[in-house]
């Protein structure tokens, strides 16, 4: 009772959740009680053997104090946004802990400010399970709510937020100098642009005291959720602790897993790539390399049609110069021109390591390059030129007429509604899947390959041209992404998924360490061209694998893949300059 009175506070929005806290905290006090102990205790106190929590547990919004009421209308609010928004003053509710007097106000020492930082106001500890809730959907049903958040908090300042990093920085507010914060949620914000605000705000005040990151591993049964325990303290320390949790069940029975301490010197508003134990080193060496694939190369998204079921279509059969496609947008087979036609993949449905796969997809493609620009094949042209394509876009002019908001009503019926990298499309360049279970590139050097944005589905992928003044060929650029070393270094920065895959977003690949060569240097210039000869044979062996027939054939052709792929990996350990240590490092971490 003591306890419960004294020491454990909470606030939730939902009334009934209120309620049913203070059932069980009251139903706690009961255990290992019984008739005879609960008599002999009303006889020696005369007071209630269940306390009242009405001053310990308040129904109200956390995230908002009276404050918000400032400068608006009250007659405005209606009794559903009142009920719903139910501002909650922190100071009012809990003025001994919020703002908590120094000894005796009789001996004139003042209050102490609330909240202040090494000061005795708020709570000692901050503990919960905050709502993830992406704020668009919330735009919909508490618009006026999400507003506030954007002008109350720091951590709602950046793009498309969840409501949780929110919850974290309010709830770092309430705690008192000495005080310690403990949420389970997403670390999704250690890499998402709209957590650079919250891990700013963490940085700065160099708040974090552990971390344990569950990586794919799911926590909540019902839910697939991505989730790490964040510890922070009010007082700020040199340094934090890490953990990294690639097995649950170990986890909870043992404890022990990859775990470190973490400069907090190394903690920025910048992505948050925590790499401990005998891959740290190696991933900070990696880290320091001052050429990136951003700085050779520029990475762009695929197309973006606002109408796939319409443009995308399922190859059935070629005949002479026609090809007959299925189309998922009238559910009929059609004939269309082959050579007006691209071919198509799609991100992870489509794209391995070295090669393409199942490629039964094609693309109408209403465009044509002219001086180096895209520019959209005339109604008459096309009518002329392409005629039974023609007849398919008429016949699915309605759908395509209404895509954004009726904005393609016009003469330009039959474009996409967005027109971006089209030119690069059909140019060089090597292919990416947003979502893979490791370093998945492929090459596309005669430019014959379309693809879509970073759509999800697994259809989503990037495309990776070499910039006009690099040097390097993009057989030797495939070699070093597609390595045991690159995976490595990807899923030390990337944001897991279960089953072991890992997003290849932008964000992630722009950031491989590139081995630059200096072809005035014979030892250089030997290395890039042997990397060439090998990336070579290694799509050659590919393309034999996929038109092998005999069974025995396939497994000769694996084999000497594999033999193949460990000569790439050690001749990119060459050029890293990896140790023996490193090599085994890199090749235990990714067993």
Request: proline share 5%; charged share 25%; net charge neutral.
């Given at each position: 009772?003591?306890?419960?009175?004294?020491?454990?506070?909470?606030?939730?929005?939902?009334?009934?959740?209120?309620?049913?806290?203070?059932?069980?905290?009251?139903?706690?006090?009961?255990?290992?009680?019984?008739?005879?102990?609960?008599?002999?205790?009303?006889a020696?106190?005369?007071?209630?053997?269940?306390?009242?929590?009405?001053?310990?547990?308040?129904c109200?919004?956390?995230?908002?104090?009276?404050?918000?009421?400032?400068?608006?209308?009250?007659?405005?609010?209606?009794?559903?946004?009142?009920?719903?928004?139910?501002?909650?003053?922190?100071?009012?509710?809990?003025?001994?802990?919020?703002?908590?007097?120094?000894?005796?106000?009789?001996?004139?020492?003042?209050?102490?400010?609330?909240?202040?930082?090494?000061?005795?106001?708020?709570?000692?500890?901050?503990?919960?399970?905050?709502?993830?809730?992406?704020?668009?959907?919330?735009?919909?049903?508490?618009?006026?709510?999400?507003?506030?958040?954007?002008?109350?908090?720091?951590?709602a300042?950046?793009?498309?937020?969840?409501?949780?990093?929110?919850?974290?920085?309010?709830?770092?507010?309430?705690?008192?100098?000495?005080?310690?914060?403990?949420?389970?949620?997403?670390?999704?914000?250690?890499?998402?642009?709209?957590?650079?605000?919250?891990?700013?705000?963490?940085?700065?005040?160099?708040?974090?005291?552990?971390?344990?990151?569950?990586?794919?591993?799911?926590?909540?049964?019902?839910?697939?959720?991505?989730?790490?325990?964040?510890?922070?303290?009010?007082?700020?320390?040199?340094?934090?602790?890490?953990?990294?949790?690639?097995?649950?069940?170990?986890?909870?029975?043992?404890?022990?897993?990859?775990?470190?301490?973490?400069?907090t010197?190394?903690?920025?508003?910048?992505d948050?790539?925590?790499?401990?134990?005998p891959?740290?080193?190696?991933?900070?060496?990696?880290?320091?390399?001052?050429?990136?694939?951003?700085?050779?190369?520029?990475?762009?998204?695929?197309?973006?049609?606002?109408?796939?079921?319409?443009?995308?279509?399922?190859?059935?059969?070629?005949?002479?110069?026609?090809?007959?496609?299925?189309?998922?947008?009238?559910?009929?087979?059609?004939?269309?021109?082959?050579?007006?036609?691209?071919?198509?993949?799609?991100?992870?449905?489509?794209?391995?390591?070295?090669?393409?796969?199942?490629?039964?997809?094609?693309?109408?493609?209403?465009?044509?390059?002219?001086?180096?620009?895209?520019?959209?094949?005339?109604?008459?042209d096309?009518?002329?030129?392409?005629?039974?394509?023609?007849?398919?876009?008429?016949?699915?002019?309605?759908?395509?007429?209404?895509?954004?908001?009726?904005?393609?009503?016009?003469?330009?019926?039959?474009?996409?509604?967005?027109?971006?990298?089209?030119?690069?499309l059909?140019?060089?360049?090597?292919?990416?899947?947003?979502?893979?279970?490791?370093?998945?590139?492929?090459?596309?050097?005669?430019?014959?390959?379309?693809?879509?944005?970073?759509?999800?589905?697994?259809?989503?992928?990037?495309?990776?041209?070499?910039?006009?003044?690099?040097?390097?060929?993009?057989f030797?650029?495939?070699?070093?992404?597609?390595?045991?070393?690159?995976s490595?270094?990807?899923?030390?920065?990337s944001?897991?998924?279960?089953?072991?895959?890992?997003?290849?977003?932008?964000?992630?690949?722009?950031?491989?360490?590139?081995?630059?060569?200096?072809?005035?240097a014979?030892?250089?210039?030997?290395?890039?061209?042997?990397?060439?000869?090998?990336?070579?044979?290694?799509?050659?062996?590919?393309?034999?694998?996929?038109?092998?027939?005999?069974?025995?054939?396939?497994?000769?052709l694996?084999?000497?893949?594999?033999?193949?792929?460990?000569?790439?990996?050690?001749?990119?350990?060459?050029?890293?300059?990896?140790?023996?240590?490193?090599?085994?490092?890199?090749?235990?971490?990714?067993?």
């Open positions: 009772k003591r306890i419960l009175l004294n020491n454990i506070y909470g606030v939730d929005i939902d009334p009934q959740a209120v309620e049913v806290t203070k059932l069980s905290l009251l139903l706690k006090v009961l255990e290992g009680e019984d008739e005879q102990t609960i008599a002999q205790q009303f020696l106190f005369r007071a209630r053997v269940l306390p009242d929590l009405a001053n310990n547990i308040k109200g919004n956390s995230l908002i104090g009276p404050d918000f009421y400032e400068g608006k209308q009250m007659t405005l609010l209606n009794e559903e946004e009142m009920y719903r928004i139910n501002a909650f003053d922190w100071n009012a509710e809990f003025p001994e802990i919020i703002n908590p007097l120094n000894p005796p106000l009789d001996k004139g020492n003042p209050p102490i400010p609330p909240l202040e930082k090494g000061g005795k106001g708020g709570f000692d500890a901050v503990i919960g399970n905050p709502p993830y809730i992406r704020i668009q959907g919330m735009k919909e049903w508490a618009p006026l709510e999400v507003d506030h958040y954007k002008k109350a908090y720091k951590a300042s950046k793009g498309n937020y969840d409501i949780y990093v929110v919850f974290v920085e309010k709830g770092l507010s309430l705690l008192n100098g000495q005080g310690v914060l403990g949420f389970i949620l997403p670390h999704k914000f250690f890499n998402a642009k709209y957590g650079e605000s919250l891990r700013s705000l963490l940085a700065e005040g160099k708040h974090l005291r552990e971390i344990i990151h569950f990586g794919d591993q799911q926590v909540f049964a019902n839910a697939t959720t991505y989730t790490c325990l964040l510890f922070l303290s009010k007082q700020g320390s040199d340094r934090f602790h890490f953990v990294k949790v690639h097995d649950l069940s170990t986890w909870q029975c043992e404890g022990s897993q990859l775990e470190g301490n973490v400069s010197d190394k903690v920025t508003n910048g948050w790539n925590f790499v401990v134990g891959e740290g080193k190696l991933f900070d060496r990696l880290s320091e390399i001052p050429k990136k694939l951003s700085d050779i190369t520029h990475l762009f998204v695929g197309l973006q049609t606002d109408a796939d079921d319409v443009y995308i279509l399922e190859e059935v059969q070629i005949k002479g110069k026609q090809v007959l496609c299925k189309s998922k947008a009238t559910g009929k087979v059609h004939p269309f021109e082959n050579s007006h036609l691209k071919r198509f993949v799609k991100g992870s449905v489509n794209i391995r390591r070295y090669f393409l796969s199942d490629l039964t997809k094609r693309l109408i493609f209403p465009y044509e390059t002219i001086d180096g620009q895209s520019v959209l094949i005339s109604t008459s096309y009518e002329e030129r392409f005629p039974l394509t023609w007849a398919y876009l008429k016949e699915n002019k309605p759908r395509l007429a209404a895509r954004n908001k009726g904005k393609m009503s016009g003469p330009k019926w039959y474009g996409y509604v967005y027109r971006k990298n089209h030119t690069r059909d140019s060089s360049k090597l292919l990416v899947p947003s979502l893979a279970a490791g370093a998945t590139f492929a090459a596309d050097i005669d430019g014959e390959f379309f693809f879509v944005g970073s759509g999800g589905g697994g259809g989503g992928g990037y495309g990776i041209a070499l910039l006009p003044d690099t040097d390097i060929s993009y030797y650029l495939l070699g070093l992404l597609n390595s045991q070393l690159s490595l270094f990807l899923r030390a920065i944001t897991p998924f279960r089953g072991g895959y890992i997003a290849l977003n932008r964000q992630y690949i722009e950031q491989l360490p590139i081995r630059p060569i200096d072809f005035s014979p030892s250089d210039k030997a290395h890039h061209d042997r990397m060439v000869g090998l990336v070579k044979r290694m799509l050659d062996l590919q393309k034999q694998l996929a038109e092998a027939k005999v069974p025995q054939a396939k497994i000769v694996q084999r000497q893949i594999e033999a193949t792929d460990r000569q790439i990996d050690h001749l990119v350990y060459e050029l890293y300059g990896l140790t023996d240590e490193e090599i085994k490092i890199v090749e235990k971490g990714l067993e």
